[in-house]
């Protein structure tokens, strides 16, 4: 079974500046996606940035980047220019391809930006 | 454009009181759809998954089940809730990767339950 670990519970940032939270996987599948998703205080989860492994550039959405490494089985997020929105709970979700689509989410980072 | 939605936003039940848990998903079809739990400061935990009518896989053995009475509803139920039961369920679905979607996952906005 694919797992997903958050090695990180909490972080805080100062506004403006960049901050990278971790993500670790295991799984002996060769094709899948990654995904982090940022859950704020309203707790509606949303999509933050998208990755597929075969895919050897990293993804980035405006301010947010991802640095992925498969061989490691690594995907941090980079969030770039901190605003005080950025403040919320943010997954790390893995995504083996399939017709069932099993997502599987690491336990969370909780993120604070701090003015 | 897709919708989902989840209802009701919040409940609060005794022990031992049934649930029903609805989702519905609109603009969409034949979509795989999912019950997560989310507990208070943790991540989210997978319950049941459905890849069509009336196919419900349970990830988790515990006391709720799953039902999938139409394409686009998905129902979590239990008969007799428990104390552990209490937390925020999220439904969500998404598209089959193999007819080209990109496999991310659409959230409702949760139900609070409250078990006491």
């Known amino acids: 079974a694919q797992t997903v670990t958050q090695s990180q519970p909490e972080m805080s940032v100062q506004e403006a500046e960049t901050v990278t939270l971790s993500c670790t996987y295991d799984?002996?599948?060769?094709?899948?996606?990654l995904f982090w998703y940022k859950q704020p205080p309203s707790r509606q989860m949303i999509l933050v940035i998208r990755q597929e492994a075969y895919k050897q550039q990293n993804a980035t959405e405006n301010r947010f980047s991802v640095n992925f490494q498969k061989a490691a089985k690594s995907f941090s997020l980079k969030i770039s220019d901190s605003q005080l929105g950025d403040t919320a709970m943010y997954f790390c979700?893995?995504?083996?391809?399939?017709?069932?689509?099993?997502?599987?989410f690491g336990a969370g980072t909780r993120l604070t930006v701090k003015p | 454009s897709q919708t989902i939605h989840q209802w009701p936003a919040t409940l609060v039940q005794p022990v031992g009181s049934p649930l029903s848990l609805e989702c519905t998903v609109e603009g969409t079809s034949n979509p795989n759809l999912y019950w997560y739990r989310q507990a208070a400061g943790r991540g989210l935990q997978l319950l049941f998954y459905s890849i069509g009518i009336g196919q419900i896989s349970s990830e988790v053995p515990q006391n709720l089940s799953a039902s999938r009475p139409q394409d686009r509803q998905f129902i979590l139920s239990s008969k007799k809730l428990l104390l552990s039961d209490s937390g925020f369920y999220l439904c969500?679905?998404?598209?089959?990767?193999?007819?080209?979607?990109?496999?991310?996952?659409?959230f409702g906005e949760g139900s609070r339950l409250t078990v006491l």
């Open positions: 979700a893995f995504m083996k391809l399939g017709d069932n689509n099993d997502m599987r």
């Open positions: 969500a679905w998404s598209g089959r990767t193999s007819g080209g979607n990109t496999g991310e996952l659409f």
């Open positions: 799984t002996s599948e060769s094709n899948y996606y």
